[in-house]
């Protein structure tokens, strides 16, 4: 393995039941240490499956899974060096002792050796998620972010090398989860982490991976860094992850001036521009997005979506006149 990879699956299969629209399927993909890596797809595209088997929580039918040039057997075989130096964040918690303490239960994901700094680690652990003020509280008595954050700072107290987050702000409210993410990428930055992150919500994908990989059916299709799946995605799938954006057929593309030969246009919310008040769309519904806002318009033919930074300049039920600035053409059955 080369010395700036951490991870890596060679032809990984995992199917449940012996049924192969299941789990993922032949799965080769290398992460580099210290960034972060994103695993995008929609729902029941084999993410989480994907996580388990790096996490060593499954064991694959077929293929291989290394931790650095160690060959790495699911944790039901014993454990071993790359178990040890990996922690993995799910959804909601649900391996923690309710009755347990906020402090209790991130002081439990200390190492042995480090038991003699627990004062100053759990502190500093606490205080990097802002939940030290809930130190004595019981966890089975938090809300779900609160709990989201616990499971976090427990994960991260021990230093992992490896750090396996599965849709891990889903609960946390937009401030903290901000908030978050922002600390997430100090750790990365400043503890050299490799994270490997699976989420659901485009804006944090983009913000925060360093690596892409968009799987779908169990299968990779796609990968690379974000900026480049996202301004110049191959798939129709990945710019329909990635963005907001309006999906039109070719007769469609032509009503907004576009001719195109292959089948499906895809238009980026933040690719339509508004010219002018004029005729031809009208402003179906205005979306609060905090400091932009996204109309919806449509001229009886097509719908489109427009991101907006001029708060407040246009009402529903008014009129404007538009101008595409990019597309992405995509083929009808590629996906
Ligand atoms: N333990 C299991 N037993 C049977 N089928 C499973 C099991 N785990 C996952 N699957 C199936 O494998 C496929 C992939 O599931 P997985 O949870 O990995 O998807 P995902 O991309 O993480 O989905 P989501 O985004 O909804 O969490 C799904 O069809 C799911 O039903």
Redesign the pocket.
């Known amino acids: 393995m080369q010395d700036d990879l951490i991870l890596e699956t060679i032809s990984v299969t995992k199917n449940?039941?012996g049924?192969k629209?299941?789990?993922?399927n032949n799965i080769t993909i290398f992460v580099p240490k210290g960034k972060i890596t994103a695993i995008v797809?929609?729902?029941?595209?084999?993410?989480?499956?994907?996580?388990?088997l790096l996490f060593g929580t499954l064991q694959p039918d077929h293929g291989e899974v290394f931790f650095k040039e160690e060959r790495v057997l699911s944790r039901e075989h014993g454990i071993q060096h790359a178990h040890k130096v990996m922690r993995m964040v799910t959804q909601n918690g649900v391996d923690m002792n309710p009755k347990s303490s906020v402090w209790e239960t991130v002081r439990d994901g200390m190492p042995p050796e480090d038991r003699s700094h627990e004062i100053k680690l759990v502190t500093e652990a606490l205080n990097m998620l802002n939940i030290y003020p809930l130190r004595d509280y019981p966890f089975g008595k938090l809300s779900g972010g609160e709990k989201q954050r616990v499971t976090i700072a427990k994960a991260l107290i021990s230093r992992p090398q490896v750090l396996l987050l599965?849709?891990p702000f889903n609960q946390v409210d937009a401030y903290y989860r901000e908030a978050l993410q922002h600390d997430i990428r100090q750790i990365v930055r400043e503890w050299k982490t490799t994270v490997v992150l699976?989420s659901?919500d485009p804006a944090e994908i983009l913000s925060m991976a360093d690596e892409l990989i968009v799987?779908k059916e169990?299968e990779i299709v796609e990968h690379g860094p974000p900026d480049q799946l996202y301004h110049s995605p191959k798939l129709l799938y990945t710019s329909q992850i990635l963005a907001s954006s309006s999906m039109l057929t070719s007769t469609q593309a032509k009503v907004c001036g576009i001719k195109s030969k292959r089948g499906i246009v895809v238009v980026y919310a933040e690719h339509v521009k508004i010219a002018a008040i004029g005729k031809k769309w009208l402003i179906k519904m205005i979306l609060f997005k905090g400091f932009f806002e996204e109309l919806i318009i449509d001229n009886n033919d097509v719908t489109l979506r427009v991101m907006n930074y001029n708060r407040g300049k246009y009402k529903v039920g008014g009129k404007v006149s538009i101008k595409i600035t990019r597309y992405f053409e995509f083929g009808k059955w590629e996906n």
Request: hydrophobic share 30%.
């Open positions: 449940f039941f049924d629209s299941t789990g993922v797809g929609e729902s029941g595209s084999g993410k989480t499956t994907l996580l388990n599965d849709e699976v659901h799987i169990g």
